[in-house]
């Protein structure tokens, strides 16, 4: 870019593509001058943005273009520095393996609790009773296989588990 564009005035007569390439000087000073030197892309295309808006907004009876698009681009700069600053201020990063240790702690915990709390309910249970839980839902029986094994009707162990299902809601809300 030669010397001559730096020193043109800006107008919003200009097409916006003309004026963006022009202020590109201007968005790097206020980006170092606000001390961003990371993101520095995201923080440029927020000035582009601020740009975009100064020119739909200008109005060339209220000053220079040039003073307008300065303090425009570095408004939005900083609003954008402070939203960030207070996101990180509310955030914790936790690093993925950290959530992961928490997560299978909190799982192991979840899983001890469930055992601990089948022990107990299985010791209120008559051995019968745990008998057709265990072929029922662990080894997946029907209703005739369980009444043959226990020399059972088949009603009959319909109706025990459908009585153990109402005793076991009742001893897990306790």
């Given at each position: 870019?030669?010397?001559?564009?730096?020193?043109?005035?800006l107008?919003?007569?200009?097409?916006?593509?003309?004026?963006?390439?022009?202020v590109?000087?201007?968005?790097?000073?206020?980006?170092?001058?606000?001390?961003?030197?990371?993101?520095f892309?995201?923080?440029?295309?927020?000035?582009?943005?601020?740009?975009?808006?100064?020119?739909?907004?200008a109005?060339?009876?209220?000053?220079?273009?040039?003073?307008?698009?300065?303090?425009?681009?570095?408004?939005?700069?900083?609003?954008?520095?402070?939203?960030?600053?207070?996101?990180?201020d509310n955030?914790?990063?936790?690093?993925?393996?950290?959530?992961?240790?928490?997560?299978?702690q909190?799982?192991?915990?979840?899983?001890?609790?469930?055992?601990?709390?089948?022990?107990t309910?299985?010791?209120?249970?008559k051995?019968?009773?745990?008998?057709?839980?265990?072929?029922?839902?662990?080894?997946?029986?029907?209703?005739?296989?369980?009444?043959?094994?226990?020399?059972?009707?088949?009603?009959?162990?319909?109706?025990?588990?459908?009585?153990?299902?109402?005793?076991?809601?009742?001893?897990?809300?306790?």
């Amino acid at each position: 870019m030669s010397q001559d564009k730096h020193k043109q005035l800006l107008s919003p007569q200009q097409p916006f593509e003309e004026i963006l390439e022009l202020v590109q000087p201007m968005i790097t000073s206020i980006l170092l001058k606000c001390h961003i030197y990371k993101d520095f892309a995201y923080y440029r295309h927020i000035a582009a943005i601020a740009v975009w808006k100064a020119y739909q907004k200008a109005n060339p009876s209220n000053g220079q273009f040039s003073a307008y698009i300065y303090s425009t681009v570095k408004g939005e700069i900083l609003k954008e520095l402070t939203k960030n600053k207070q996101f990180q201020d509310n955030v914790t990063f936790v690093a993925d393996d950290k959530l992961n240790s928490i997560r299978c702690q909190q799982e192991q915990i979840n899983r001890l609790e469930a055992c601990l709390l089948v022990d107990t309910i299985m010791g209120n249970l008559k051995e019968v009773d745990r008998k057709i839980l265990q072929l029922y839902y662990l080894e997946g029986y029907t209703y005739d296989e369980i009444a043959k094994e226990l020399f059972l009707s088949v009603a009959a162990v319909k109706k025990r588990r459908t009585r153990l299902i109402y005793k076991l809601r009742s001893l897990y809300r306790r």
